[in-house]
């Protein structure tokens, strides 16, 4: 939700029932201030990415892109050799070493390679892949993503992939 407010600047926001949030200002008599609250240029990024997202055809697009750099980096993994499953719920995605489905939690922290990816995170990033560091967290797709930049991701993923396997 904070990527989306701020439009993927840094903003603070929080809310409540409403009998506390009819305490603030300028309902009730408790003030709230911060340093990120309200920012003029974050709320504009903010308003101008739910317009964007409430476009036709956009989540449709960051699901194909998301599974489209899924689908790539897993068949990359599998061509070297690894267990590696992923998946994608919309524009949010991500991998784990190990074979699938992963459904929860559990399952990753059972079955999942956490060395490797931790491995596979850093040898990208040495790379200018910037993915999430933990094997728990997701990615997210943006509508700025090119398919080129998909298929530059992949081609680096399977560089990766094939290194990680001499290993």
Sequence with gaps: MGKVIGGGLPVGAYGGKKEIM???APAGPMYQAGTLSGNPLAMTAGIETLKRL??????EELERKSKMLVDGIVAAG???????????AGGM???FFCDGPVMNFAT???????????KW?????????????????A??????????????????????????AEE
């Design 108 to 118: 990753v922290a059972e079955n999942a390679d956490a060395e490797k990816f931790g």
């Design 22 to 24: 009819e305490m603030v």
């Design 139 to 164: 990615g997210f797709m943006s509508m700025a993503h090119t398919e080129e930049d998909i298929e530059k991701t992949i081609a680096i993923a399977d560089e990766v992939m094939a290194l990680l």
């Design 121 to 137: 995170h850093r040898m990208m990033l040495e790379r200018g892949v910037y993915l999430a560091p933990s094997l728990y967290e």
């Design 54 to 59: 409430s476009e036709s055809g956009v989540h």
């Design 93 to 95: 995605f991500g991998w």
């Design 78 to 88: 599998k061509k070297h050799g690894h267990k590696i499953t992923g998946g994608t």
